[in-house]
């Protein structure tokens, strides 16, 4: 009959609240932004740290990858080993190509040439200093 058939689906339409929709997550969503931004930054580090590995101490200069938050960034930096090892002497000094500095993550700790190295605050701190790829060596 007809009208059994539509109280079934009304039945299965009964209310249930999906995942995207939770009002809690939501709320962490910008903390959630900056972890991932710093975690990106991270990242980078990593790169470069492979980069120096592979690099011989004393020549003129390397290119180095910019460690700024936007994961699509290919911008290169060119460091002297001295350079290089100067920001890495702290867990939350980054080195970035110039204008990729993001004010809510970090500030500006020193201007050269084409890069400016910051320092990070804030969570993207701990996140960089939990992430220190130097941590075990000191
Ligand atoms: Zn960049």
């Known amino acids: 009959m007809r009208r059994a058939k539509y109280d079934k689906s009304v039945a299965i339409q009964g209310s249930q609240v999906c995942d995207c ?3 809690v997550r ?3 969503v910008e903390s959630e932004s ?5 975690r990106n930054e991270a990242f980078f580090r990593q790169v470069n740290e492979r980069i120096n590995d592979v690099s011989v101490p004393g020549d003129d200069g ?3 990858l910019c460690e700024c938050a936007d994961p699509g960034c290919t911008e290169r930096i060119i460091l002297t080993t001295a350079e290089y090892e100067w920001v890495r002497a702290k ?3 980054f080195v970035l190509a ?6 809510e993550l970090e500030h500006v700790v020193e201007r050269e040439g084409d890069h400016v190295v910051v320092e990070k605050s804030g969570i993207a701190a701990r996140i960089a200093t939990k992430l220190n790829p130097r941590a075990a060596e000191t």
Do not use: N
């Not at 900056?34 to 710093?38: G, H, K, P, S, T």
């Not at 110039?98 to 004010?103: E, M």
């Open 21 to 23: 929709c939770d009002p």
């Open 26 to 28: 939501q709320q962490t």
């Open 34 to 38: 900056q972890e991932r931004l710093a």
């Open 62 to 64: 390397h290119q180095f």
């Open 91 to 93: 867990p939350t000094r």
């Open 98 to 103: 110039r204008g990729h500095v993001a004010p």
